[in-house]
């Protein structure tokens, strides 16, 4: 069956490359039918589902996960329901209906709305799809790597630099790069400060989960990482690091004026470990070899994203 994503561009940015001094590629999947990497996964998992048997498609999610579940079940030509909490705005709530999906507003946070869905598809015929924790998810997601195998010729990328929320991107990526034999490349894992589940649980050499999300970043707003994702520290060089909320809405705006792009500030994690050049950093640390020859960053994209929201977040963080 042919995938519902689309092969997306590998780009050499130049403003990036001078920052660090090596070629820094840019894997776009900000340009995805939804805006994000989430359809390479949740589209994935949805076409086994149906595939299967699957008559009506539930997830639970506001955001990019909910958006790419609804956007395959339209093309796929299932019902869909979207559980989301209070807290999701108007406009992605609007976006959701526009792919015909049904939706449902419960609970104050995304637990709560998770909740609601699993107790829906006590019903036979729904199926639950999770926004991020399932090994389809991360098989989906892994098709980005396979891309940029073919687009890079063979030739390894120094560092991997992805963002985690809840990890299935992170999963996905090292499962992709084991695929490829690739197994040896370091993957940089960024979080904001204030939704950083990822890092507070390698500090405590245990799955840790967040008593709520303080980050302007809600893509990441995962307050638990993927079990797997936690396992994958144990087996691959994963270096683990934060950025403050500053840092990332930064490397938005600026991301913006050198590629004419609007990204999440989840995104803007990734980026930010470029334009504040932290690979030197993890270089004198010993975390990265100090000969990096070219670094491949997934832009990972987002929708929840607009000039004028890059302006209120802007005011809500005090900066000029």
Known sequence: MQPLHIKTPLLESHPLSKIVGC???????????????????????????????????VCSSGGNAGLAAAYSARKLNVPCTIIVPSTTPAFMVKRLEEEKAKVIVHGDVWND????????????????????????IWEGVASLVHEAVEDLQGTKPSVVAVCVGGGGLLCGIL???????????????????GANCLN??????????????????????????????????????I??????????????????DDHRMLVEPGCGATLASVYNNMYDKWSKEGKLNS????ILVVVCGGNMVSLEQLQIWKKQLGMS
């Open 23 to 57: 070629p820094v590629y840019l894997k776009l999947e900000n340009i995805q039918p939804v805006s994000s990497f989430k359809l390479r996964g949740l589209g994935h998992l949805c076409q086994k589902a149906v595939q299967n048997g699957c008559k009506h498609i």
């Open 113 to 136: 709305a998770d909740a609601l869905a699993q107790e829906l598809c006590k019903d036979p015929e729904y199926t639950y799809i999770p926004p991020f924790d399932h090994p389809d």
């Open 175 to 193: 499962q992709g790069l084991h695929d490829v034999g690739w197994q040896d490349v370091p993957v940089v894992a960024m979080e904001t400060e």
């Open 200 to 237: 507070a649980s390698l500090n405590e050499n245990r799955i840790v989960k967040l008593d709520g999300i303080t980050s302007i970043a809600k893509c990441l707003g995962s307050t638990q990482v993927a079990r797997r994702a936690f396992q994958w520290t144990k087996e691959h060089n």
């Open 239 to 256: 270096i683990s690091d934060l950025c403050t909320d500053v840092d990332a809405l930064n490397a938005c705006l600026r991301f913006a």
């Open 291 to 294: 000969d990096i020859k070219s």
